[in-house]
Nanobody, 114 residues
Framework: QARLVESGGGLVQPGGSLRLSCAAS????????MGWYRQAPGKERELVAT???????NYADSVKGRFTISRAYAQNTVYLQMNNLKPEDTAVYYC????????WGQGTQVTVSS
């Protein structure tokens, strides 16, 4: 049974940092793309960053220069280092893994507020 488990969300002040982690288990294919998406209240879910099994990385313009995505291939884990957080980064962050099937994590709340 495939499963994605996220961790690392929380409350942080503007300008602060958080690191999200997502561990995938039960995924049989090593060829996949992992990434992070977010959904703020009243808004649609949007892409934050993705990284393929070949190492190709894609960021949303709104997070370029502040967020860094990386992955530990042997552990099937993806990370999102978020620096210089802004109130507009407040959202539920979801991990996604795309192979022949599309998998989503349960989401982790990130709140940026003073």
């Amino acid at each position: 049974q495939a499963r994605l488990v996220e961790s690392g969300g929380g409350l942080v002040q503007p300008g602060g940092s958080l690191r999200l982690s997502c561990a995938a288990s039960g995924i049989m294919s090593s060829s996949n793309t992992m990434g992070w998406y977010r959904q703020a209240p009243g808004k649609e879910r949007e892409l934050v960053a993705t990284i393929s099994s070949g190492g190709r990385i894609n960021y949303a313009d709104s997070v370029k220069g502040r967020f860094t995505i990386s992955r530990a291939y042997a552990q099937n884990t993806v990370y999102l280092q978020m620096n210089n957080l802004k109130p507009e980064d407040t959202a539920v962050y979801y991990c996604r893994l795309v192979t022949m099937t599309d998998y989503w994590g349960q989401g982790t709340q990130v709140t940026v507020s003073s």
